[in-house]
């Protein structure tokens, strides 16, 4: 068997979120583990293979880790920004 691709896995990833009422959101991977956790310092410096430490600040971690973390942050950020236009919406409305 082929493995998926990308459009494969985001098609199956929709319509498993519409069948169970989930909100799906997609986020931007860009130097997610090429950013510091710590400083937001980028650079592809900063990451060697599977290992993180930014060449700022030295923070230093798993490179999976810091791009798990900095995706999940920048979920945080986009969910509470859909949710204070919604929140503008109710209180215009």
Avoid: I
């Avoid at 979120?17 to 090429?34: F, Q, Y």
């Avoid at 900063?46 to 430490?53: D, L, P």
Wanted: hydrophobic residues 40%; aromatic residues 6%; positive net charge.
């Amino acid at each position: 068997m082929a493995p998926w691709t990308y459009r494969q896995v985001l098609n199956r990833a929709k319509a498993k979120a519409e069948e169970n009422r989930v909100r799906l959101l997609l986020v931007p991977p860009a130097n997610t583990s090429r950013a510091c956790l710590h400083c937001r310092v980028v650079s592809k410096k900063s990451r060697t293979g599977e290992y993180f430490r930014c060449v700022a600040c030295g923070h230093a971690r798993d490179a999976d880790w810091v791009g798990a973390l900095n995706v999940l942050d920048r979920t945080e950020r986009l969910t509470r920004s859909v949710e204070s236009l919604v929140l503008q919406e109710v209180e215009c409305g």
